[in-house]
C-alpha cells in the first residue's frame, strides 16, 4: 500500500489565484480531513469526510472548499489564494472510530502564496 | 471548545535517559488520544493511540498513558536514543475522527 499521498510536495502562488491540493488513499478509509500546520499553532482541522458525499468544516474553513466524490480521494481547493494561506498541508485518513481509529498523515504539500 | 497544551515545548537529554513529556486537554470529553512524531520536514508518524476507555498502551520503549478525568496523557520514552530526536505530538479526538492538536515538544538526544 502507498498509504496516504499528496500532490504536489511544493507549491508557489500569487495572491488571487487558485489552485487544487491533491490527496489519495489506498486503505479503503472512510474517514479522511485536512489540516494546516503554522509555525506555534499546531495542526488545525479544515475540512474533514465521514465518508464518499459527505463533508463539514473544521476549525479553519475560510477560503478553502472540499469535495469527496470516491472514498479514495479527497481534494482541497482553494479558491482565490491569500499570503495568510502561506502553511504546510497535511492530508490524513482512518478506517473507522475505536480501535479502528489510528488516523494516518500524508508526507504534506509546502505551500507560499506571495 | 477543547484545548490541548503540551509541556514541556522543548527537551534535550543525555543519551540513554528515561524521559516523560506531558499532554493535557481540557474536555474529557474525548473519543481517543493520539500521539506522533515528526521529523523536520516530514509528515506525521502515528506512535500510539489510547482509547477513551483504556489507560495505557505500550510499544517496544514507548509507553503512553490517559487518564480522562484529569485531562492528562504522558508518553514514556525509556532509554533514549539519539534517534528519538523530533517533535512529539499529541492530539485528542473529539470525534468524526477530529483531532485537536498540541503544539508538540521538541526532543533532542545527544550521544
Known amino acids: 500500500n502507498a498509504g496516504v499521498t499528496q500532490t504536489p510536495k511544493f507549491q508557489v502562488l500569487k495572491t488571487g489565484q487558485s489552485m487544487t491540493l491533491q490527496c489519495a488513499q489506498d486503505m479503503n478509509h472512510e474517514y479522511m480531513s485536512w489540516y494546516r500546520q503554522d509555525p506555534g499553532m499546531g495542526l488545525r482541522l479544515i475540512h474533514y469526510s465521514v465518508g464518499a458525499g459527505i463533508t463539514d468544516q473544521g476549525e479553519v474553513p475560510n477560503g478553502y472548499n472540499v469535495s469527496r466524490s470516491t472514498t479514495e480521494d479527497f481534494p482541497l481547493r482553494l479558491l482565490s489564494a491569500a499570503p495568510s494561506q502561506t502553511s504546510v498541508y497535511f492530508c490524513?485518513?482512518?478506517?473507522?472510530?475505536?480501535?479502528?481509529?489510528?488516523?494516518?498523515f500524508g508526507p504534506g504539500t509546502r505551500l507560499t502564496v506571495t | 471548545k477543547q484545548e490541548v497544551t503540551q509541556i514541556p515545548a522543548a527537551l534535550s537529554v543525555p543519551e540513554g535517559e528515561n524521559l516523560v513529556l506531558n499532554c493535557s486537554f481540557t474536555d474529557s470529553a474525548i473519543y481517543n488520544l493520539q500521539w506522533f512524531r515528526q521529523d523536520p520536514g516530514k509528515g506525521l508518524t502515528s506512535l500510539l493511540l489510547?482509547?477513551?476507555?483504556?489507560r495505557e498502551q505500550t510499544s517496544g520503549r514507548l509507553n503512553a498513558s490517559l487518564d480522562k478525568s484529569s485531562g492528562r496523557s504522558t508518553l514514556y520514552i525509556a532509554a533514549s536514543q539519539p534517534g528519538d530526536s523530533a517533535t512529539y505530538l499529541c492530539a485528542a479526538n473529539t470525534g468524526f475522527q477530529k483531532l485537536v492538536f498540541g503544539t508538540g515538544t521538541r526532543l533532542l538526544v545527544s550521544p
Open positions: 489510547i482509547q477513551s476507555s483504556q
Open positions: 490524513a485518513s482512518s478506517y473507522g472510530t475505536g480501535t479502528l481509529g489510528e488516523q494516518y
